[in-house]
C-alpha cells in the first residue's frame, strides 16, 4: 500500500517514522517544503515522546543522548505554574504523572501530603523528589551517559530541530521517499476519496492513503470538508506572541516548563540548553497584540522581539479520519499551548493508527467500521484533555476582564463543574476522571486541582481519619510508610543520579 504524508515538521516525520518502522510493506511519501517555515521558539513535551526517542514503543532507531545534543533539548519534570489564583505571587508545580497512589481508591499519598506539606506537595512524587534535589536520573557508566531509572520525565527542545532529527531517524534507515514541494491542489475520485495531488512543480502524486500534516493550513481535509468543532467556549485564548530569551554560557535551564498567567491569558518559559522560548497566549477578545506586548514587557521588565503574531482556533475536527485521508497534528486539532498536547495526542494518534487500524490493503484499512471506531476513541482524547485544559483556570483569579469571565463560570465544562462540585464534599479520585492510554488522568488533574486551591486539607484529614487501610493499620498510617519507602528508595538510588547542571553540561553542543 502506499501512504502520502503532506508535511513534514514534528507531526509529519513522526508519522513517517512510525509507518515506516512498524509496518515496513508500506511505501511511504513524505512531501514537504522547504519553503514553509514553522516558529521554532521553543516546544514541551509529555512522556509520550520520551517513549518514542527511548525506543520503548518500537524500535525507531532513535537515541537519547543523540536526541539531546541535536534538538538543544533539556529535561522536563513537570510545570511551574505561577498567579493561577487570586494571590497573584502563589506558584505550584505539577509533576508529570501522579503518586504512586494516584490508582488506588483513594489516593492516600497526595492526601497525606495536603495535610503534612502542601506547598511543597510535590514531594510526593519521584519527578518532585528529583527538582528538590536539583539531580537528573542520568548517570555515567563506563564513559557513557546513560539513564538510570524511567521516572516518566519528558523533554523541552527547538521543534524545528525535533522535526529535523525524526526526519533523519526515518531516512537513513528506510525507503521512504522525500519530495521538497508545495501541494497545489487536491484530486478526488468519483467515490469522494483523495486519488492524488498536484505540486507547485507540477507533478502529481497518486495515493492509495494520505495523512494530512500540514499544521492550520489542513490542505487535505479542508478538500473533504471536514467540520469544525469549536473549543472556543471552554479556551478563550486565541493568539500567540512567541520569542525567545537567549541566554549566556553560564546558564543553567530549570527542569520545567514555567507558565505564567497573565491578565489577559498566560505566558510560557520552556528552557532550552542555549535560550528559553517564550510566549504570551492571550483572548484578542479582551486585549490588542500591542498591549499585550505592553504587558509582557512590563512583567519581564524588558523589551520582546516577537517572532510573528500567532492566531489558531482552539477545537478540533469532527472526524480526524476521513475516507482514506487522515489528519494528525495540528491539522487534527489544537487545544492551547497548555500541558503540550499537540505532540502527546500526535503519538496518541500515530500509536492507535499504525498498530490497530494500518492494515495491508486500503480496502482492509477504510472500512467504515475502523474509520468510525478511530474517530470515536480520537474525538474522546481531545475532549477530555480540553476538560483537563479548562480546569487550570478555575483558580478563582478576577483581576482583570478575562479572568472575570472566566469566573463568572462562562468557560466551565460538565466535567469540570462535576469534579469542582465533588471536591467540596469528599476527596475526588482516579474514577472521576478519563483514565485510558494517552488521557491525562486522575494524576495530572489531582496536582492542578491541587495547585489552584481546589482540594481541601481539611477534606483530606477527615478522610484519611475515616478509612482504614487494612485491619490494624490506618489510611493516615500507610500514607506515612508509602511516603517514607518512597524517600528512603529515593535516597537509595538516588545516589548515582547525576547533578541535573552536571547532566545539562554533558549534554550541551
Given at each position: 500500500m502506499r501512504i502520502t504524508i503532506v508535511g513534514g515538521g514534528t507531526?509529519?516525520?513522526?508519522?513517517?517514522?512510525?509507518?515506516?518502522?512498524?509496518?515496513?510493506?508500506?511505501?511511504?511519501?513524505?512531501?514537504?517544503?522547504?519553503?514553509?517555515?514553522?516558529?521554532?521558539?521553543?516546544?514541551?513535551?509529555?512522556?509520550?515522546?520520551?517513549?518514542?526517542?527511548?525506543?520503548?514503543?518500537?524500535n525507531f532507531g532513535c537515541n537519547?543522548?543523540?536526541?539531546?545534543?541535536?534538538?538543544?533539548?533539556?529535561?522536563?519534570?513537570?510545570?511551574?505554574?505561577?498567579?493561577?489564583?487570586?494571590?497573584l505571587e502563589h506558584s505550584y508545580f505539577g509533576p508529570l504523572g501522579g503518586t504512586q497512589t494516584s490508582s488506588a481508591f483513594m489516593d492516600y499519598a497526595l492526601a497525606y501530603g495536603l495535610v503534612n506539606f502542601p506547598e511543597k506537595l510535590h514531594v510526593c512524587t519521584e519527578l518532585g523528589l528529583l527538582l528538590e534535589n536539583n539531580l537528573s536520573n542520568y548517570s555515567t557508566q563506563k564513559f557513557q551517559l546513560e539513564r538510570t531509572e524511567s521516572l516518566g520525565h519528558a523533554v523541552h527542545f527547538d521543534a524545528h530541530k525535533v522535526g529535523q532529527y525524526f526526519k533523519k531517524c526515518t531516512l537513513r534507515s528506510s525507503s521512504v521517499k522525500h519530495i521538497d514541494d508545495e501541494v497545489l491542489d487536491v484530486n478526488l475520485s468519483e467515490t469522494g476519496n483523495i486519488s492524488s495531488v498536484l505540486l507547485k512543480s507540477g507533478k502529481i502524486v497518486e495515493s492509495d492513503f494520505f495523512i494530512d500534516a500540514s499544521g492550520f493550513q489542513r490542505i487535505l481535509m479542508t478538500k473533504l470538508e471536514s467540520k469544525w468543532i469549536s473549543y472556543q467556549k471552554h479556551l478563550p485564548v486565541n493568539s500567540a506572541l512567541p520569542f525567545v530569551q537567549l541566554q549566556d554560557h553560564n546558564y543553567i535551564p530549570e527542569p520545567y516548563t514555567t507558565a505564567w498567567a497573565q491578565k489577559n491569558g498566560w505566558m510560557w518559559m520552556i528552557p532550552q540548553q542555549?535560550?528559553?522560548?517564550?510566549?504570551?497566549?492571550?483572548?484578542?477578545?479582551?486585549?490588542?497584540?500591542?498591549?499585550?506586548?505592553?504587558?509582557?514587557?512590563?512583567?519581564?521588565?524588558?523589551?520582546?522581539?516577537?517572532?510573528?503574531?500567532?492566531?489558531f482556533q482552539t477545537g478540533r475536527l469532527e472526524n480526524t479520519w476521513m475516507k482514506n485521508c487522515l489528519a494528525i497534528g495540528l491539522s487534527a486539532a489544537f487545544a492551547e499551548p497548555l500541558e503540550a498536547t499537540s505532540i502527546h495526542t500526535t503519538i496518541s494518534s500515530l500509536t492507535t493508527f499504525v498498530f490497530e487500524f494500518l492494515k495491508h490493503t486500503v480496502e482492509e484499512t477504510t472500512n467504515?467500521?475502523?474509520?468510525?471506531?478511530?474517530?470515536?476513541?480520537i474525538n474522546r482524547l481531545y475532549d477530555d484533555l480540553k476538560d483537563f485544559l479548562v480546569m487550570h483556570y478555575m483558580g478563582q483569579r478576577t483581576d482583570s476582564e478575562f479572568w472575570q469571565h472566566i469566573?463568572?463560570?462562562?468557560?466551565?465544562?460538565?466535567?469540570?463543574?462535576?469534579?469542582?462540585?465533588?471536591?467540596?464534599?469528599?476527596?475526588?479520585?482516579?474514577?472521576?476522571?478519563?483514565?485510558?492510554?494517552?488521557?491525562?488522568?486522575?494524576?495530572?488533574?489531582?496536582?492542578?486541582?491541587?495547585?489552584?486551591?481546589?482540594?481541601?486539607?481539611?477534606?483530606?484529614?477527615?478522610?484519611?481519619?475515616?478509612?482504614?487501610?487494612?485491619?490494624?493499620?490506618?489510611?493516615?498510617?500507610?500514607?506515612?510508610?508509602?511516603?517514607?519507602?518512597?524517600?528512603?528508595?529515593?535516597?537509595?538510588?538516588?545516589?548515582?543520579?547525576?547533578?541535573?547542571?552536571?547532566?545539562?553540561?554533558?549534554?550541551?553542543?
Open positions: 507531526a509529519g516525520w513522526l508519522a513517517a517514522l512510525f509507518i515506516s518502522k512498524i509496518k515496513p510493506w508500506v511505501t511511504v511519501t513524505v512531501i514537504e517544503s522547504s519553503a514553509i517555515g514553522i516558529i521554532g521558539a521553543g516546544e514541551g513535551s509529555t512522556g509520550a515522546l520520551v517513549d518514542v526517542i527511548s525506543n520503548r514503543i518500537w537519547e543522548i543523540e536526541f539531546f545534543r541535536e534538538t538543544g533539548a533539556t529535561l522536563k519534570y513537570g510545570i511551574m505554574h505561577k498567579g493561577w489564583t487570586n494571590n542555549h535560550k528559553r522560548g517564550c510566549g504570551y497566549v492571550f483572548s484578542d477578545d479582551f486585549t490588542t497584540a500591542d498591549k499585550a506586548q505592553e504587558e509582557i514587557e512590563t512583567v519581564l521588565k524588558q523589551k520582546i522581539e516577537p517572532i510573528r503574531l500567532l492566531k467504515p467500521g475502523s474509520i468510525n471506531a478511530y474517530n470515536r476513541r469566573y463568572h463560570g462562562n468557560t466551565k465544562t460538565e466535567l469540570v463543574e462535576l469534579m469542582l462540585r465533588t471536591a467540596e464534599n469528599r476527596m475526588p479520585s482516579k474514577g472521576d476522571v478519563p483514565d485510558y492510554q494517552g488521557a491525562a488522568g486522575w494524576g495530572l488533574w489531582s496536582f492542578v486541582m491541587a495547585g489552584i486551591g481546589r482540594l481541601s486539607p481539611e477534606l483530606a484529614a477527615k478522610e484519611l481519619a475515616l478509612l482504614n487501610y487494612k485491619e490494624g493499620i490506618s489510611l493516615s498510617t500507610a500514607a506515612k510508610q508509602y511516603t517514607d519507602e518512597l524517600n528512603d528508595k529515593f535516597k537509595r538510588n538516588s545516589k548515582s543520579y547525576l547533578k541535573y547542571a552536571d547532566f545539562i553540561n554533558l549534554v550541551r553542543t
